[in-house]
């Protein structure tokens, strides 16, 4: 497999939350080069099933969504002005290249205020989402002819970068690199003979109001899931205790997740000499596992998270042999699961 180009393939795709259907195309096909089992949701969710079905079920989930925008209004010449959907920083935005996603794709930039015709006082302001406009360059007749009100902007929907020494750089790798971990996982498990029941489902939502992983969990009732994600990587003026190494793949212990399938994931990532660490977490997670979690009568979930650095801009960077680990330990974990799971998820001992 081409890791490389299956994230590009996926991150050059639109998909603001709540509107992931081109992304869910890509990943059906993707997801039948493995299985003819590929279904799709009424929230969006896609899904994919290997394995035994007769065994316990185990849902891997990473959410297909992105961070974008949506056009609030488009003035008298032309220029539109944004919503933030699901959580871009301003800050990020000034100068930035994007993409409308109108009756057709029209690149455009995001322009603010130079600071040549600011006061001085304002000069020390960051720029609000006010301060800012999308400019196609187009004249406004053919602007309010192809762009309505709700329609979706997205970061310009180019091919990642490949950095030195095995890094990468783009837009939307979180969270469809861990998509992409996922199809790897899936590679690495093509020969493998399962016992349990192997769900793996692109999720709709994360980045908003959860309600993909909600359907997702109460759609499968899975006996144990995990939810793969990113973390945050070394940036500079980060503190040592918010971010994760480049080289370790995190898995997150605290109240989001299941203490016994935390133990069973670390015991197999040490098995498999992957370089893991413990990453806490004392509430919500801030991934699909929240509502995994507390989906039927309560689902044993643990969370595996890849390193990134700039998170929620068009330059996120990962590392691509700490992407592979995270898939080489989803697979083993699915790999170990035998009759005895029950024993090892229960908590009174």
């Known amino acids: 497999m081409d890791i490389f180009k299956v994230i590009s393939d996926l991150t050059t795709l639109p998909g603001v939350t709540g509107n992931e259907v081109a992304v869910a195309e890509v990943l059906k096909g993707y997801f039948r080069a493995y299985t003819d089992d590929v279904w799709l949701d009424v929230a969006g ?3 994919a099933r290997i394995g035994n079905k007769e065994g316990p079920t185990l849902l891997v989930m990473a959410h297909m969504d992105e961070v974008g925008l949506m056009v609030s209004d488009i003035e008298d010449n032309g220029m539109l002005r944004l919503h933030s959907v699901a959580g871009v920083d301003p800050r990020v935005l000034p100068g930035s290249e994007v993409t409308v996603h109108g009756k057709k794709r029209i690149p455009a930039v995001i322009g603010a205020m130079p600071p040549h015709l600011l006061s ?15 400019d196609t360059a187009l004249p406004a007749e053919e602007v309010k002819a192809n762009v309505s009100v709700g329609d979706n902007v997205t970061f310009a929907l180019c091919p990642p970068m490949e950095l030195k020494n095995g890094f990468i750089a783009g837009k939307t790798f979180d969270d469809r690199a861990c998509v992409a971990a996922m ?23 994360e980045e908003g109001p959860n309600f993909g992983a909600s359907c997702g969990s109460w759609n499968t009732a899975p006996d144990m899931a995990i939810a793969i994600d990113v973390c945050h990587a070394p ?6 205790t918010d971010y994760v190494e480049f080289d370790q793949v995190s898995l ?12 069973w994931m670390c015991d197999v990532g040490t098995e498999m000499n992957i370089n893991w660490v413990a990453d806490p977490c004392m509430g919500h ?65």
Not at 252 to 263: A, P, W
């Open 45 to 47: 969710n896609c899904y």
């Open 120 to 134: 001085a006082e304002d000069q020390k302001k960051n720029y609000k989402l006010d301060d800012l406009v999308c």
């Open 183 to 205: 199809l790897y996982t899936m590679e690495l498990l093509k020969n493998v003979k399962l016992n349990c029941n192997l769900i793996f489902c692109g999720s709709t939502q």
């Open 235 to 240: 940036q500079p003026g980060a503190k040592s």
């Open 252 to 263: 997150t212990v605290g109240s989001n997740v299941n203490q016994k399938m935390y133990e």
């Open 285 to 349: 997670s801030g991934t699909d596992a929240h509502r995994m979690q507390v989906a039927c009568a309560g689902v044993a979930t643990g969370i595996i998270s890849l390193p990134l650095r700039y998170m929620h801009t068009s330059v996120e960077v990962i590392h691509m042999d700490t992407l592979k680990n995270c898939a080489k330990l989803l697979a083993a974990f699915a790999a170990s699961i035998g009759e005895d799971w029950e024993e090892k998820l229960c908590l009174d001992d």
